[in-house]
């Protein structure tokens, strides 16, 4: 059974804060990790994707894999209100890329 | 990335019946997917809508209760059969673009009564 974990939070940062938001899977035949965010009542946005361990940066955003330790991790920096959200990780893998989902962190930015 | 469309955007419904959702992309994609998101909930893989084939369901979803079709390249329907208010939920299509990335469209938010 292929799972992936998160923190369900909510976790709280102040405005202007590094918001730092994690993942763990199990199925190490994942080869591609994505990170999306869910505002309320809409549909998951892609927001990362990573396929290779390090960093990738993209704005405020960078993700981070270590696939030894089978982790992946999310850091948004300056946060604002706006990225008050669902924050969802997915681990793939296979033909046609079928994904797992977590069960999401909820992301507080406080102004 | 494609654009993608749900029609109905949301629907309520009796026990009993059934509701089809439609999902179109603006361009050709080989694989669709349809999930299922329950009210603060993850998201949960229902099947994978093949074109000109049947669909390959996920484990705990069953085709008769979850009937798809995939006429064409750009086009899929998920008929929601014999619904119950267990069924009430937030139905997604997404399409694998081809190059590693999944991305959905708006969802269909369906309760029944």
Known sequence: QKEVEQNSGPLSVPEGAIASLNCTYSDRGSQSFFWYR???????????????????EDGRFTAQLNKASQYVSLLIRDSQPSDSATYLCAAGGGAGNMLTFGGGTRLMVKP | SAVI????????????????????????????????????????????ANQGSEATYESGFVIDKFPISRPNLTFSTLTVSNMSPEDSSIYLCSVYDGGGEQFFGPGTRLTVL
Do not use: H
């Open chain 2, 5 to 48: 469309s749900q029609k109905p955007s949301r629907d309520i419904c009796q026990r009993g019946t059934s509701l089809t959702i439609q999902c179109q992309v603006d361009s050709q994609v080989t694989m669709m997917f349809w999930y299922r998101q329950q009210p603060g909930q993850s998201l949960t893989l229902i099947a994978t």
């Open chain 1, 38 to 56: 869910q505002y309320s009542g809409k549909s998951p946005e892609l927001i990362m994707s990573i396929y290779s361990n390090g960093d990738k």
